[in-house]
């Protein structure tokens, strides 16, 4: 088999996957794509039609409920009833004896019901599973995080970041969507969908009572202020919220307002016995323990031990792409680019130098409209959730949330010319098997790729199976626009670039002498609001010994 062959068999391995065209978002894996959230939304439709069948059935039961309702109404408005008529005697003995056991043991209602049922069963294979939510409830919980948005406006509808009195508009929607206390109490919906109620959150998992509280004090909130009232496709009420409040003010140290949120529950259910048994152990706890009334443990946000760079990589998001100092250095600057290639001499590219040490490359307008488009066209058939290398392993995991798909330039002439124009630019032979396929990923909800490099850093990486070196190089083409999030940030860099539609990012990830650029650990940061498409095309060492010579200086 030769080196192309190797290249084509691993990318099959690595993303496609077996049996061609993803087809329908699988069961657990709509979260991780826009494109399927979308697709999302062709079953509600059948749902509502569902719905207004339904709603129309039983207006004219209603209907004819109340039809019944005055006729009998009519005959006991007079002061006396006349029941020496033979004629109403006979009607009111039928009615009683006959018609009123028809209207209440009436099939209709029942028939109406069982048709939504049989109606929703058909589609229900076709709705988001339970993981659907969870990991829509985590993508709240990192927007929350890296933006530092403040629940209580993200449950009215708005992206604020709050730093003490300071208020941060990041994002305003030309409508606004409020959250439901129940929105808010699914935030830390359970993992498991069989059990219909549990007291376990999504945000309980690995003691996260951080994001638990915040949410849940959102919910509670709005509970206490519709209390009396209650909607048919809510799953909890005030007295859950409170219940699961106090058990994570509880876990979290806090034993005195866990105390009050219990009593607080009582008032409202006064027959539960559990919840007076953890009212009893509370106040022991307190009496055995009277500092813990006024010393209360500091709720911090959980620790992530596997990025180290947390800080840093929150704060380049939180710029939202924005990089003054930029502008402030001569060496940075924009030109007219033809790379000396007959290919771009009557249509060069406007280049921009974003930075020197990694040296990274802005090429505006690089794809048109209609490229972009197509090249999202001819991936989304083909989109399946992203994974990351593990040693020899392929993975799927928290940070990194979208689907890709690899495209051979074979598939369409549009990628045959985008190779080309990539070649021209860079200088470099991007054919397999010195470049892999081109990968196009979509973003899911509040999709995101933590920090990581695009190089192999370990000699077990699956890179290494295609004998073509490491990757030298990433060219990487923003196919869309967002409205807020979305940057390219560079860790160590202190840089960060925001979404800039249909243009290209170009760095180098490996130095001359053949060693990784450790400046060039990057992410992506989370979208906070819009549909994220890029495509990636990663050039290897091989190939590339004359275009871009070695060199012994490590400095290189």
């Known amino acids: 088999m030769g080196p192309a062959a190797r290249l084509a068999a691993l990318l099959v391995l690595l993303a496609l996957g077996p049996g061609g065209p993803a087809g329908p978002a699988a069961r657990g894996d709509t979260f991780s794509a826009l494109t399927s959230v979308a697709r999302a939304l062709a079953p509600e439709r059948r749902l509502l039609a569902l719905l207004r069948r339904y709603l129309r059935g039983e207006e004219a039961r209603l209907r004819d409920l109340t039809r019944f309702y005055h006729k009998v109404l009519s005959l006991h408005e007079d002061s006396v009833t006349p029941v020496a008529n033979p004629l109403l005697a006979f009607t009111l003995i039928k009615r009683l004896q006959s018609d009123w056991r028809n209207v209440v043991h009436s099939l209709e209602a029942s028939e109406n019901i069982h048709a939504l049922k049989d109606g929703y069963e058909k589609v229900e294979q076709d709705l988001p599973a339970f993981e659907d939510l969870e990991g829509a409830a985590r993508a709240l919980m990192r927007l929350q995080d890296v933006y530092m948005l403040n629940v209580k406006g993200l449950a009215r509808g708005v992206f604020q970041r709050v730093t003490g009195s300071a208020v941060t508009d990041l994002y305003s929607p030309r409508r606004l969507f409020s959250l439901t206390a129940d929105d808010c109490f699914q935030v830390g919906k359970t993992k498991t969908s069989v059990r219909p109620f549990s007291p376990l959150q999504v945000a309980y998992d690995m003691g996260d009572y951080y994001h638990a509280i915040t949410w849940l004090e959102e919910a509670v909130s709005l509970f206490r202020g519709s209390y009396g009232e209650w909607n048919t496709e809510d799953e909890a009420s005030l007295e859950d919220a409170l219940d699961h409040l106090a058990f994570a003010y509880f876990q979290a140290g806090n034993v005195s307002h866990a105390l009050s949120l219990s009593r607080e529950f009582l008032l409202y259910s006064p027959d539960n016995k559990r919840m007076a048994r953890n009212v009893l152990k509370y106040e022991r706890l307190l009496t055995e323990h009277p500092h813990r009334m006024v010393a209360e443990a500091v709720i911090q946000r959980p620790n992530v031990p596997h990025l180290q760079t947390r800080e840093a990589y929150e704060g380049l998001c939180q710029t939202l792409g924005s990089q003054p100092t930029r502008y402030q250095i001569p060496s940075l600057y924009c030109s007219l680019e033809t790379n000396s290639s007959p290919y771009l001499l009557l249509q060069p590219v406007r280049k921009e130098v974003i930075h020197l040490e990694p040296y990274v490359v802005l090429y505006h307008d690089f794809v048109s409209d209609l490229e972009a488009q ?130 290209a990012l170009f760095w180098w990830n490996l130095r001359r002498s053949g060693e990784g650029d450790d400046d060039t650990l990057h992410a992506g940061c989370p979208v906070l609001v819009g549909d994220k498409w890029v495509a990636n095309k990663w050039i290897h060492e091989y190939g590339q010994e004359f275009r871009r010579p070695c060199s012994s200086r490590p400095e290189d």
């Not at 799927?396 to 990539?422: E, F, G, M, N």
């Not at 990433?474 to 860099?493: P, W």
């Open 374 to 503: 197509k090249i999202r066209e001819l991936a989304d058939p083909w989109l399946q959730r992203s994974v990351v290398a593990s040693g020899e392993k392929q993975l799927q995991v928290d940070y990194r949330i979208s689907k890709s798909a690899w495209l051979k330039d074979t598939v369409d002439p549009v990628l045959v010319t985008l190779d080309h124009r990539i070649a021209a630019l860079t200088g470099l032979d991007v054919q397999t098997p010195y470049a892999e396929y081109l990968q196009v990923v979509n973003y899911g909800i509040g999709g995101h790729y933590e920090p990581h490099f695009d190089h192999a850093t370990s000699p077990s990486s699956p890179l290494y199976r295609m004998k073509s070196g490491n990757r030298v190089a990433t060219f990487m083409i923003y196919l869309s626009a967002v409205e807020a999030g979305g940057a390219t940030a560079f860790i160590y860099a202190n840089f960060s670039m925001p979404v800039v539609k249909n243009a």
